[in-house]
C-alpha cells in the first residue's frame, strides 16, 4: 500500500512541476483594458481573460477610438475596447491564442486587433460564422497575424 501511496504522489508532483515548466505565458500577465463605460461585451471580454489566468484592471473611457487611433490603429481594424499587455496592445475580441502566440513569440509589432464586434468570439454572443482573422499592427501596412 506505501508503494501505491508513493507512486501516486510522485506522479502528482511530476504532472505539479510539469504545468508550472509548460503553463502558458498569458498567466503571468497583467491586463489594462480600456472600454466605453456602458459596453457589458467588453466586460465579458475582461471575464474570459481573467477565466484564462491574466490580472485585469478595467478602466472606462469615453475616448476608446481616440485611444486605439493614437496606438496606430486603423479605423476600419479597430476593436470595441484596447487592452495593454506588456508591450503590447490587443484590440477587440482577440482569442486567447492569438494573444499567447503573440506573448509567447514576441513579434516586432505594436499589438493586435480583431475589427468589429464579431458572433461568437471571446465575449461576444451568438455563433462564430467564419474563422476570426487578426491583423498585426506596426509601422508599416497591417497584416493577418493569426487566423483561428
Known amino acids: ?9 510522485v506522479v502528482a508532483l511530476t504532472a505539479a512541476a510539469a504545468y508550472f515548466v509548460v503553463r502558458p505565458k498569458a498567466e503571468a500577465e497583467t491586463v489594462v483594458l480600456y472600454k466605453d463605460p456602458q459596453c457589458g461585451c467588453c ?6 481573460l481573467r477565466h484564462n489566468g491574466f490580472a485585469v484592471t478595467v478602466r472606462p ?6 485611444m486605439s487611433s493614437a496606438a496606430g490603429i486603423p479605423e476600419d481594424l479597430q476593436g ?9 496592445f490587443v484590440s477587440g475580441h482577440v482569442p486567447l491564442g492569438t494573444v499567447n502566440k503573440m506573448l509567447s513569440e514576441r513579434p516586432a509589432i505594436k499589438g493586435v486587433t480583431l475589427p468589429g464586434m ?8 451568438g455563433a462564430k460564422t467564419k474563422p476570426f482573422q ?6 508599416g501596412q497591417p497584416r493577418i497575424y493569426a487566423v483561428e
Open 43 to 48: 466586460e465579458e471580454y475582461a471575464n474570459y
Open 61 to 66: 473611457t469615453a475616448n476608446i477610438y481616440e
Open 134 to 139: 487578426t491583423y498585426a499592427i506596426d509601422k
Open 80 to 88: 470595441c475596447h484596447l487592452a495593454y499587455i506588456g508591450d503590447y
Open 118 to 125: 464579431p458572433s461568437g468570439s471571446p465575449g461576444m454572443s
Open 1 to 9: 500500500m506505501r508503494k501505491i501511496l508513493l507512486g501516486l504522489t
